[in-house]
């Protein structure tokens, strides 16, 4: 596992942590993704479908064993989780264009997912608001995101936790966020 990075606090609610997820957390992970791709579906939205087919463009698994995936346990239960790239991936260079290639100072935040029974919660919030303060990675001064364009919601959740919206390309909305003030 990757180890340039320093977790500064891993305390981000009641009885919540933070951690760097383990291969043993892998099929608990992939639950949580499947699940919440289900819940997207059942809420009219196409977005992670692929998900449901098997599918994973991000590699999960693989980010697991390289050190990009964060956990969020209340206890052994996994309450969130999200992907931290310390390198741009052939997605986000697609996206970002000249701006993502290797040493630009970014990580690239990707599958921020919340288990439903930890749902309405601020959750996401509170993991949003540790990828950018409970958390530091050598050479990274400024966190990347994309969200599907067509969902305002996620947008607005984005946009209310200090994202700025840098612009739109391939029907996905692009935001970035200084890590230090």
């Known amino acids: 596992m990757n180890g340039s990075f320093r977790i500064r606090d891993d305390h981000i609610g009641a009885g919540l942590t933070m951690v760097q997820a383990k291969p043993e957390d892998t099929e608990a992970v992939a639950a949580l993704l499947v699940h919440t791709a289900e819940w997207l579906l059942s809420r009219g939205s196409s977005q992670w479908n692929g998900l449901l087919t098997g599918e994973d463009s991000h590699n999960t698994a693989g980010a697991i064993l390289n050190g990009d995936v964060f956990v969020c346990k209340s206890g052994t239960d996994i309450a969130g989780m999200v992907i931290l790239l310390r390198q741009p991936s ?92």
């Open 90 to 181: 052939a997605w986000d260079r697609r996206l970002w264009e000249s701006k993502a290639y290797d040493g630009d100072g970014a990580l690239y935040l990707h599958r921020l997912a919340i288990s439903r029974k930890y749902a309405s919660t601020g959750l996401g919030n509170s993991i949003l608001k540790w990828c950018k303060d409970g958390i530091r990675f050598e050479g990274k001064d400024k966190i990347r995101l994309d969200c599907i364009a067509d969902n305002a919601a996620l947008n607005t959740f984005y946009s209310k936790n200090g994202y700025a919206h840098l612009g739109e390309n391939s029907g996905f909305c692009i935001y970035e966020k200084d890590l230090h003030p």
